[in-house]
């Protein structure tokens, strides 16, 4: 558990100065010592112009239909239809954008002077662009963000964060649309002086359940950021704030070996040797080896190891680690330290993922923190599964570090100040120093997905409510679609007419009648009826009673014994495994199509 007082800024008058960035500017010297990432891994960024930005976003948003004209997984129809007013006003203004811009390009514009001769000098009297100053000890002055609280505050003795359930069966954006209706958000529009100590969000305890993203199958998630895409614009929009998008040039990764890898290609070798894996195999190593040795180490990742022996244990890790051989009793804790931060570096693309990075910069320009983590919580939605499950893994060693803030003095200001830049920093070609900047002030983003890593991982109601509504959208359009389409709809009408006779059962008995089958019990099936108090714990315990009295004669399972969960596996959602305090009869009612399975996670 983080301490309130982790919560807490630095005291003394803390202000975003140059000695309170101290570990920061060090790690950043450090990152510059150990030598630029491989050239083949450096990115060339070129602009984009309006047109090529829209279409990028419509093709995000599973919106490409609308542009190209052609079939895609989720029909485009289907997804507009269940879009909120303020999402669908957003939508149709990109596509205005992209149909405007279109037609500019369509016209034939006269030459420039600057287009032909581009390297002209600048007009007299007008100075040239120097970039940045920069002080003599080779630091960028530092811009204070909204949420820093100003000289003198956040210095008093009591430090009590705010504890706040965050609600979200409401979308962000029709939240925030409807407080500025009410308020005139003032929020929005100027900067606010926090205290300085991190209110805590918690999830609230709706009957549906909380939905974890695990908890989802990989095409409802696909889905999800879909919606989450479209909800983060909107939001955004709504605060005044403009995301920006960068086209990029990638050379080509690795394709073997460890460092400068993308993370899809080493799971997919590590999945030959672990199936199942959903980290990379040499980062857990390396997390599990801090965790180890480190974790009550005094300036464990502030303290660089050798830079000869990190490369020398860099070059070890290439050679042997999927052979088996490489000795990690060598491996003191600041080089594994060390190769954990250079292994984050220097991926081919950012853990962040280099389209959603200046998404992640730009939630340092909300007001508030309850904003901020609602931009975050959409953002982690948008991450691919390799980089979240990633980033979670790195975000739960980073708080088990903090955790031990009195044995390694590394408090949660410490922590996110060292690891800020090896996630903020871009590693392209065209880098500016201002970049180095914009990370300081990431310092803070890195702090609040420390501390509420757990709400953020929660998948909101909101876009479960509203990915049930695009299955069944989808499935009404498919249906009405193609003859053969409508000859399995005809189908349906009679299954649903030999249905007659359940749900005159059912009239009998009551609401709620359903048949949860398990195949690797010794009984497969048990038909329950649900009242209005009946758990997803309560059916799983049934379950394992049942399964413990015949254990041993006539159980399925074998071998090491799994722990089993409840599934919703179809109707309008795909498969969710349900949190135990899940109350059954108002899902039922929610999806009373679906199948009730009990069954192990996939591993």
Known sequence: MISQEALCLPRDGFAISQDSMEDYWSEVRNITESGPVCQELLLEEHS?????????????????????????????????????????????????????????????????????????????????????????????????????????????????????????????????????????????????????????????????????????????????????????????????????????????????????????????????????????????????????????????????????????????????????????????????AGLLKMFIRELPSPLLTQQHLPAFLAVQNIATYRNQIQALHLLIMLLPEANRDTLKALLEFLRKVVAHEEENRMSLWNVSMIVAPNLFISRSKNAKLEEMQGAAGAAHLVRLLITSQDFLWTVPCFLISHLRKLNEASVGKKMLGSEKSKRKLLRRWHIDRNKGEKTELVGLLGEGLIRVHAPLHAKVSMALLLDGETKAKDVMARFDCENGSVSGRGSRSCGKRHRQYLFEVGGNLGERCLDPDTYLLDLYRVNPNCEWIFKPRNS
């Open 48 to 336: 984009m112009d309006e047109a090529e930005l829209e279409e990028a976003w419509l093709q995000e948003a599973g919106l490409s239909t609308l542009v190209s004209g052609a079939s895609g997984d989720t029909p485009a129809e289907a997804l507009l239809s269940t879009l909120t007013r303020s999402q669908a006003a957003l939508v149709q203004k990109r596509l205005n954008s992209y149909t405007q811009t279109l037609r500019r390009h369509n016209r034939q514009s006269a030459r420039h002077v600057r287009d032909i001769f581009p390297g002209s000098d600048p007009a007299p009297g007008q100075p040239a662009d120097s970039g940045p100053q920069i002080s003599p000890g080779g630091q960028l002055p530092v811009k204070v963000p909204p949420w820093a609280p100003a000289r003198g505050e956040g210095s008093g003795s009591g430090c009590e964060p705010v504890r706040e359930t965050l609600q979200f069966e409401v979308p962000y954006s029709e939240g925030l649309a409807a407080y500025r209706r009410e308020h005139d958000c003032p929020d929005c529009h100027k900067t606010r002086r926090d205290d300085g100590a991190l209110p805590v969000f918690l999830p609230p305890t709706p009957k549906l359940g909380l939905t974890r993203v695990q908890d989802l199958s990989s095409e409802d998630m696909k889905k999800i950021s879909y919606i989450a895409l479209i909800e983060l614009t909107t939001f955004f929009d709504t605060l005044g704030i403009e995301l920006k998008r960068n086209r990029l040039t990638r050379n080509k990764a690795r394709e073997s070996g460890i460092f400068g890898v993308s993370l899809a290609t080493l799971l997919e070798n590590d999945q030959k040797k672990l199936p199942g894996s959903k980290v990379p195999l040499v980062f857990k190593k390396l997390l599990s080896k801090l965790e180890q040795t480190g974790l009550q180490t005094e300036g464990i990742l502030r303290v660089p190891g050798s830079a000869s022996r990190v490369k020398h244990l860099r070059q070890e890790l290439e050679a042997k680690f999927y052979e088996d051989q490489f000795d990690w009793e060598q491996v003191r804790h600041n080089d594994a």
